[in-house]
């Protein structure tokens, strides 16, 4: 009998998770083994909601957002009963091994399921890039192409009408996507949860983008940052209140950032870490995440990828103000 | 000496108001005119801030959104004084004919100019296609791409986590862009200006997409709406309360939808209806407002074109409905 | 029982041809019909290749490219045998009425299956804008998006270098796609199959170009065309011989321009033309072809659609000679 | 008096030149020197075309493809007397450091002005990403989300038709673009010039797809591979006479791959790389060129750079084979 091993989809989704889901089928294939595919995540696992999936079944998904393999958010889960219930569920099942693909709290679940006993592997799945172990995550670089994209028809406005624009873009507590979408759409400031803003600071901002003679003031704020896209945008408005100039609007980017057909990045590093995630289940090394460190598709043990220190970004901050000029 | 005539764009930028400005300078240079491009509408002619534009300051602009000539507001304007101003700084600045780019506030301004005996041409460019007397003002085919791009991009989250997404789109109270978003992304429900909802009927629609097994529920608002995209949501969640499936988010698409390369189609219509108004001012038939009727570029007298009676869109609501089961 | 219609795609592929294969099929279904799906056209229709679509068949292929049904060409079915074996079929299906999607072809073919008896609708998909019975095909205005897309990244590198490119573009015989194309990216010339080209005019154009200071020459150049883009490229290398400016490329755009996601405009064109296909069957007026004319969407007798004459462009292509200055 | 560094871009343009440039500029100012603008790469140093771009001067360039600076090939500078010129006219027009935007041509060109005494630093600015010292060239990541888009596209066509395409790409003699997109864009097969391919292969490969049940056969074949993409697709053209299924088309996608807004990555890449050439003029530490390497952007001894061995990509061309069952 064929050798099976499982792969699921959790937490938010991701452009990509496609692409990996299949990179993980062919990758199974090409060991002879059968994969199955238990849909919308932990909770399907829980309810057995599974199917095979051979070669066709995943063709055409490269391109697609979303996810085939549904995803969702297990409460039941989360607590010891439901875990132990995901373990029997596996060996009923006939799960060998299996391949998780999303965040970090996908990848807290998996851990949990490596703890009683399960092979387990992780590919990391998310747009936010909030977990320090991986240089990338699958997703980030959709997600910023959407974003710069979106700023890009923003800045036509704001030049039009010498406006300010203040844009929020996901990342929860991580200012990678606000740091990276700053610097490549020429943002005049970006707002990070990591770096503190002096007051006053967004004002003598744009006293200083005016002098310079900027045709717009593009600020770029995490979500998961202080002050809030809202609260920026207010300030300048009471300051610029009587004027025409460099009024401001707030643009929450919101769920567009989460979906769209992967980039050629982002397919590139599914199938390469989604082939990575199955060699690692063939050699035994299991209870690990597949990262990209020093920009090779390499893993770590699961342990340490969650206890990963995150970046502090001062470099590149430090650039984004110099190319605002 | 040469004729001259001079462009301003006024109110909100969409685009092809660049491709537009370009078609009015290179056709006013066929005839041998010279073209003065006024800088920030209204407000910039009453300031006299203009210059001459040769075919080559309007190379390359084409295919950029925005307007090179910058577009505001101006309280001074809609003053009877403000409008003596405007004719005489006309005068001053030798301008003999003016072909104004705007939506509906831009035509007011430019009747109470026809009033006071400037030949004038207005060219409707808006992304809230609010000007009935035209079937498509200029920018409102490349607004409703970016907008089904985005309403893609939502419904692969969509799926993959089987939520409702509520989108506000623009339009101001006009509901042909929410209408034609939601038959072209396949909306399940739309909700207009002219269409009162029957109370209960969002939650009774998401019933029965339910029950059709139908993967997501995106409903498109138009920003002048009741209920509005928040209060939608509100009564989804409400109503979801406790169970995981269809819980609603809101994406406010904003600015966006307002900036971005000129369609296809915005190019071809801005290019056709700048020559137009370039042809009117030649054969003497000012006091007029460039429209697309039955199809093809023709005109109309302003004071009708500002009298003319919005649409009820009941077909197209119809069919909105018969293709989103 | 419930009635039941045909619906099949015949040619080549086009976007918006799973727009319109979905409205036909919920617009069906409204009707209280069963549609059948025939697979690849004519040519499936005799190997009695088919499947009943209901509504979820059709969900979420509104913006993909190609077809679900795939298409094909059959020689079987241009023979009187060919088609009396096609009315058997359908027969033998129980097909009431037939809903054909393509060009010429296919609309040839029908004209065939109407004066056998059977009830049957063409609506027009292509890219090449051929049927003059309709002002617009569906698939035109998307493959009109990649068309200027592309031009303007041959643009970049035109402009950087001081490059002349010759962009060949499809259209068959008719030069739609390259007037169209023409006038939305801003070429200095193009070539049409209907408009005889002076000799010694590419070259007289080119250094019109240089003397105006133009920074670079782009030819658009019909497939039908006299001279190819082949021969325009040679034309402009052998006179420029030695220097190094406004060297010239070809660039064949070919099938790029077939696929892709469908524009707004044509997701909406497809919507209303499948849904008008319906209507027409409801009420018993076969034999038809749906058309866009004057803007709105109505219908024809094929005969007469067949039978229509060619536009001849000469409006447009002034207009692109003016603004191409 | 400002320390005055030059910066020019030399052979072909690619997506994030502009990005680079304007990085250069920003660095450059932000260490108190004058950037002066070098048109037309080596060939205007030496009519020394050139300007003092300041900051103002680079700004709303980060997003278009193309270069603001013009580039070009010159034979003048190939010989030792216009080398020797290029360094007397760099000191009259007082440029004490150079940063030179290209390939690996204008690296040759750049250790020929080092050789001479001249402060170099060079910039891999290439969509062949030929130059093997640098895992990533500014333009590859953007010519890779143009290729797959049309690869994507294509495949729409390929599988309403069950047809085969044969799409060339470019890359000089470097099949990376080539094998990249192969992965990305999910195609049957890849023929690269590093890697020769057994007679017959195209043809059994061919078969088991359709075995396999695919539903198109695409091939990537790099522009200096052997076959080239005309014999593959003769080769399938022969073998497939008289049957309908598989005939084969080819598509050279050609130079719309050099253009185009740049991607999040080229920007970021460029944004990096730009100001880490006016770091290493700081230093004092030029010769070199700017690379990435494990994934950070570092630098290395033009020399070294130059005589770098190229990779074999026998994994990768493993993986592509794996993921295309």
């Known amino acids: 009998m064929k050798r099976r091993i499982g792969v699921l989809c959790s937490g938010g989704d991701a452009p990509g998770m496609n692409a990996c889901v299949r990179a993980v089928v062919r990758a199974g294939a090409s060991e002879g083994w059968e994969v199955l595919g238990i849909r919308r995540g932990y909770a399907g696992l829980l309810d057995g909601d599974a199917e095979v999936l051979n070669n066709r079944a995943v063709g055409g998904i490269l391109r697609h957002g979303g996810t085939i393999l549904m995803t969702a958010r297990s409460k ?18 006939g799960v060998e091994g299996l391949v998780v693909l999303g965040g970090d709290g996908s990848a807290r679940g998996a851990l ?58 996901m990342g929860r507590r991580c200012g990678y996507l606000a740091l990276m979408a700053a610097i490549a759409s020429g943002a005049e400031m ?55 100039e460099f009024q401001a609007r707030v643009t929450v980017l919101g769920h567009v950032q989460r979906g769209g057909t992967p980039s050629a990045f982002d397919r590139l590093l599914a199938s390469q870490m989604g082939a990575e995630a199955v060699k690692l289940l063939a050699s035994g090394q299991h209870g690990r995440m597949v990262v990209l ?22 470099e590149l901050y430090s650039l984004a103000e110099v190319l605002a000029q």
Do not use: Y
């Open 190 to 244: 970006v707002i990070l949860p990591e770096i503190p803003l002096e007051p006053g600071r967004v004002l003598s901002e744009l006293e200083e983008a005016r002098k310079r003679d900027k045709p717009h003031f593009i600020v770029i704020v995490a979500e998961g940052a202080k002050p809030t896209a809202e609260e920026v945008c207010r300030e300048i408005n009471n300051q610029a209140a009587g004027e025409d």
């Open 76 to 93: 039941e889960f989360e607590t010891p009963e439901g875990q132990a219930k995901a373990v029997s569920r596996l060996k009923e099942l």
């Open 112 to 169: 949990a399921l490596k703890q009683r006993g399960v092979p387990v592997v992780v590919v990391p799945v998310t747009i936010d890039n909030d977990l320090a172990a991986t240089e990338m995550c699958i997703g980030v670089d959709t997600a910023l192409n959407t974003i710069i994209e979106a700023v890009d028809k923003i800045k036509d406005t704001a030049a039009a009408l010498r406006r300010a624009f203040v844009v929020e873009v």
């Open 293 to 314: 460190r020093r920009g090779q598709v390499t893993h770590c043990p699961l342990e340490d990828a969650l206890r990963a220190e995150p970046p502090r970004w001062a």
